[in-house]
């Protein structure tokens, strides 16, 4: 039975058993965070259902996907300076952050494991993908951590989109375009599904952003900080503007996803039910 | 800085498939520093535009929100 983190892998190599402990330490608390965030069960089960069924290659992927997501979290955390409830038994951050280094090498190391399972093409193809997101996404970091005293406008907006799409957004494109790549032979299909995953993943992050802002340190550049900027109605207080434009922005984004799946019904459909169920009122997220 | 991105842009900049490694992904940017936004993902300063150009009605939006018992944001954990 394969090991819900896989670290199985990790005993298989001449490696420290306290460094294989540390790397568990530090990945098992936020990978089984992830398994229990709405809006990332319910885009894997949707994944899973609207294309070709093949459990144990969706299984493996999204395996490391998890494990990709809970370090690149960590290393964010590390880098924000946030408060870690669970802590590696390490002495130093700079140990903290090897492990780190660790974490991502192993997560990248599980997406050998499809070579049993897909053409080699497919797995290439993959791959690429891989990589091309999880550089868009350092560079989205980079970009983040420097924004942080920049003079703000209604313009400062676009950086603050460019952010949220780089970090979050390639990380749902990377989830999407990877099972679609994987599940199904049609690259029109998962060409669609990676661009309708960045949709997703920058939805996400403007979701997180909006619902945590009073938790937000000033210098964050987040989307409550940048309403201020937008005309509007003067009619309404700040929390109306920032529900009015939430609810702007879903739709907008939720159509702009569902055009892209036009040729494929069963699958817009499927998409605009995880939509609903991730983005609507009243729906824990 | 520019805000007027074109969003509608054709050619999609997104991680596509990741079968055209060789193809320029990126559209040539009017925004200076600022780089092209990616894929099909709707430009924020233009829904911005459109929000505050009246395609939002703020009564309109008073009466469903309060209408329907809550907003439509996601609730907070």
Request: net charge negative.
């Given at each position: ?77 590390l880098q924000d ?164 434009f939430w609810s702007?922005?879903?739709g907008s984004y ?32 | ?77």
């Amino acid at each position: 039975m394969t090991h819900p983190l896989r670290l199985t892998r990790l005993t298989q190599l001449p490696l420290r058993q306290e460094f294989r402990e540390q790397l568990a330490e530090l990945v098992r608390p936020q990978v089984e965070q992830l398994w229990q965030h709405p809006p990332i069960v319910a885009m894997f089960v949707t994944l899973s259902a609207v294309l070709p069924k093949q459990e144990q290659t969706a299984k493996l992927f999204a395996d490391a996907w998890m494990l990709m997501y809970a370090t690149i979290g960590r290393l964010d955390s590390l880098q924000d300076g946030d408060s870690i409830l669970v802590l590696p038994r390490v002495a130093t951050v700079g140990e903290h952050y090897n492990l780190v280094f660790a974490s991502y090498v192993f997560a990248d190391s599980l997406l050998d494991d499809l070579a049993m399972h897909v053409p080699e093409g497919c797995l290439y193809s993959l791959q690429r993908l891989w990589n091309n997101c999880l550089l868009r996404m350092a560079d989205g970091q980079q970009q983040d951590l420097a924004s942080g005293a920049a003079p703000r406008s209604f313009d400062t907006l676009a950086v603050y989109q460019q952010i949220a799409q780089a970090k979050t957004g390639a990380t749902y494109a990377l989830a999407f375009g990877g099972m679609a790549m994987l599940l199904s032979d049609d690259r029109e299909l998962a060409d669609a599904f990676t661009q309708v995953g960045e949709i997703y993943g920058t939805l996400i992050q403007y979701a997180d952003d909006l619902r945590d802002a009073a938790t937000q340190p000033n210098a964050a550049l987040t989307l409550p900080a940048l309403l201020p900027f937008i005309p509007h109605a003067s009619a309404l207080t700040p929390p109306q503007i920032a529900s009015a434009f939430w609810s702007y922005v879903y739709g907008s984004y939720h159509n702009a996803a569902l055009d892209l799946l036009a040729p494929y019904p069963n699958e817009r459909d499927a998409v605009a039910a995880l939509f609903t169920a991730a983005f609507a009122p009243g729906t824990p997220q | 800085m520019d805000s007027q991105i074109n969003p509608s842009h054709p050619e999609h900049t997104a991680p596509s498939a990741a079968h055209q490694e060789d193809v320029p992904t990126t559209t040539p940017s009017t925004a200076g520093a600022l780089l092209p936004f990616f894929g099909a993902v709707p430009a924020l300063t233009v829904v911005a535009l459109q929000f505050a150009a009246g395609s939002f009605n703020p009564i309109e939006f008073l009466i469903d929100s309060y209408g329907s018992g809550g907003s439509h944001r996601p609730e907070q954990k």
